[in-house]
Structures are given as C-alpha cells and as structure tokens.
C-alpha cells in the first residue's frame, strides 16, 4: 500500500454534497482504505474564468492501485458527478488531483506527480498541512510546513 494525498475542490451546484459523494465513491474503490480528510476552506478561483468560489479540502488515502489505475479512477469519479472539461480552469462540480503518490515522481503523457502546481497553491498547501505539515515534497526536498512558510512569505511581498 503507498501513501497518497488527493487534491479535492468544488464551486458548482452543491459544493459540500459533491465533496461528500465524491468522497464516499473513492472510499468504495477497490484496494484503497481511506486514512483522513483536511479542513475544508473556501478560496477564490485561480487562473480561470470568471466564477464561483471553490471549497477545497486534502483527503489521505492508501492504495495499492497503481497511479495510473487511481487516477482513472478518479477521472471516472469526476465524470460521474458531471465534470465537463470545456473550459481551461473553469468552473467544475468536481476536480480530484493527485498531489503526492508516496514520494514518487512521475512524469508520464497525462500523469505528472507530484501536482506540477500544488507549491503555488494556498487552497491545496493549506489542508495539506493540517494532515501532513512534515510530509516532504520529493522535488523540492522541502516539508509542506516549510513550503507553505514560504507560500506566505511570497505572498506578503
């Protein structure tokens, strides 16, 4: 079983109940055991459209899937609560990344691990840290308290 954190936001129709059905169908997913979820946070939209605010939250799982396996999984999660991609960094009912698959890098057509952007992003480093403030980023070598210190430091200058 390896270790993975899983990005999760939400800022169309019922934010909580997508969280929550999004939530219990990855909890039913073959050879995975869900470990804990993060606070949840309200943020603004990044890097898109015109839109809604987001609800965010970190969920701690273990899996034995393989990272290709968990993350057609989730695609198909996405899928399920309606997630259409029409719009680069649109509004979505769903989006589920993986963050951290144990301490692997992996770059692969589609699959890039850790998530190439979660460092620039308070919404993710943020419940990260309420379950994880020692994990370290294999790529920076860095834990997420150190990675989010420095979120805040950039981000106050």
Not at 2 to 24: D, M
Not at 133 to 142: E, M
Request: with cysteine; net charge negative; glycine share 6%.
């Amino acid at each position: 079983m390896v270790h993975v954190f899983i990005g999760v936001g939400s800022n169309l129709g019922n934010r909580e109940g997508n969280i929550a059905k999004a939530r219990s169908l990855t909890a039913q997913l073959p050879r995975l055991r869900f470990i804990q979820s993060s606070m949840t946070y309200e943020t603004d939209p990044m890097d898109g459209p015109e839109q809604g605010k987001f609800i965010n939250v970190v969920w701690e799982i273990e899996t034995s899937l393989t990272a290709r396996d968990l993350l057609n999984e989730l695609l198909k999660i996405e899928k399920t609560l309606g997630r259409e991609r029409t719009v680069k960094n649109g509004p979505r009912t769903i989006d589920l990344d993986i963050l951290f698959y144990d301490d692997k890098i992996i770059h692969e057509e589609g699959l890039n691990i850790p998530h190439p952007r979660f460092r620039e992003r308070w919404f993710v480093l943020k419940p990260l840290w309420d379950i994880a403030a020692d994990f370290v980023d294999p790529v920076t070598q860095k834990s997420i308290c150190e990675l989010l210190d420095a979120h805040k430091q950039h981000a106050n200058n």
